[in-house]
């Protein structure tokens, strides 16, 4: 049973950080493309940063020098460093996997607010 389980979502002031982690099981961790999405209340959902296929990543222009996706496959698990954040980071984010097919985690709220 493949489960993407997100953590470290909460409450943060703009210009604080959060890092998310998101821990893989039952897939082949090591070979998967690994991003993370985030959705806003009445928005589509949007990619945020990913790995590419040949290594290395990309970041939304919204993000860029500010969020920085990295991965442990020992550890088989993804993170998203989120700094300076800003009260458009709002939203819940989502992992996503995939290896033959495509999974999700369930998300964590980012909530950016004084």
């Known amino acids: 049973q493949v489960q993407l389980v997100e953590s470290g979502g909460g409450l943060v002031q703009p210009g604080g950080s959060l890092r998310l982690s998101c821990a893989a099981s039952?897939?082949?961790?090591?070979?998967?493309?690994m991003s993370w999405y985030r959705q806003a209340p009445g928005k589509q959902r949007e990619l945020v940063a990913a790995?590419?296929?040949?290594?290395?990543?990309n970041y939304a222009d919204s993000v860029k020098g500010r969020f920085t996706i990295s991965r442990d496959n020992a550890k088989n698990t993804v993170y998203l460093q989120m700094n300076s954040l800003k009260p458009e980071d709002t939203a819940v984010y989502y992992c996503?996997?995939?290896?033959?097919?495509?999974?999700w985690g369930q998300g964590t709220q980012v909530t950016v607010s004084s």
């Open positions: 996503r996997a995939i290896t033959l097919s495509i999974y």
């Open positions: 039952g897939i082949p961790f090591s070979d998967a493309h």
């Open positions: 790995f590419t296929t040949i290594g290395s990543t």
